[in-house]
């Protein structure tokens, strides 16, 4: 029960009967442990520090981290004072809050958690149906944890590597006496200019008339001839 406020005694038999009934629904998840009424059974913390939530869930393994823990609202203890005193340290335990209200006062519940801003990772309604009590999830957000910055690269130093030198041209051999040495190329005009000369001469020989191979014979002098002049 809320430190700061009393209940009156019809509301605070509903208050621990929604309590009862959570119990046995998160039971077959979770070891659960509750403080209905005045008791204080199941503390959260140690010493003067120590909290006392409607129900603590916690895991079933050895560990028995703490999974969660739920809170029970009546008409009476949805208010500013009780916004600020419980929903806003049960918030900032390292476990999902989950808040119960009555369902006409879900409206207020909203605005006081948005004033203060109390993250509520379930909100639900619970109304009597006879003998019955139903209860209804209206809202859920998902807790994400904060990302831890990127470690920086571990960077290796890098290793010198020792390159061999790179292996000298071998000097050149001497030309042997066996073998004949080859003229040194003319230069290019000289190049140029025989060439010029094997085409002139080729065209040259090419437009010669040929000669005949049969030799003229001189007239012989006879006496006839001489006579006649």
Not at 30 to 50: H, K, R, T, W, Y
Not at 66 to 81: F, I, K, Q, R, W
Not at 210 to 226: D, E, N
Request: contains cysteine; hydrophobic residues 35%; glycine residues 4%.
């Amino acid at each position: 029960m809320s430190p700061i406020l009393v209940r009156p005694v019809r509301e605070q038999l509903e208050h621990d009967r929604v309590i009862r009934l959570l119990q046995a629904k998160y039971k077959r998840k979770f070891d659960v442990g509750i403080n209905p009424g005045a008791e204080q059974g199941a503390p959260l913390g140690a010493g003067p520090s120590a909290v006392y939530p409607d129900l603590i869930l916690q895991s079933n393994d050895r560990g028995r981290k703490l999974a969660g823990v739920v809170e029970v609202e009546t008409g009476e203890s949805v208010n500013n004072l009780e916004a600020m005193s419980q929903w806003a340290s049960f918030a900032r335990l390292r476990a999902p809050f989950h808040l119960y209200v009555p369902a006409g006062s879900i409206e207020t519940a909203r605005r006081l958690c948005a004033d203060f801003q109390i993250p509520v990772a379930e909100l639900w309604t619970y109304h009597p149906i006879g003998d019955q009590m139903r209860f209804t999830l209206i809202q859920r957000s998902q807790v994400v944890p904060e990302p831890k910055p990127p470690r920086p690269p571990v960077r290796e130093p890098v290793k010198a590597v020792m390159r061999p030198p790179a292996p000298s041209p071998p000097p050149p051999s001497p030309p042997s006496r066996s073998q004949p040495r080859r003229a040194a190329p003319a230069p290019a005009p000289a190049r140029r200019k025989a060439a010029a000369k094997s085409v002139r001469g080729r065209t040259a020989a090419k437009a010669a008339p040929p000669r005949s191979r049969t030799k003229k014979t001189a007239p012989v002098k006879t006496a006839r001839t001489q006579k006649r002049k």
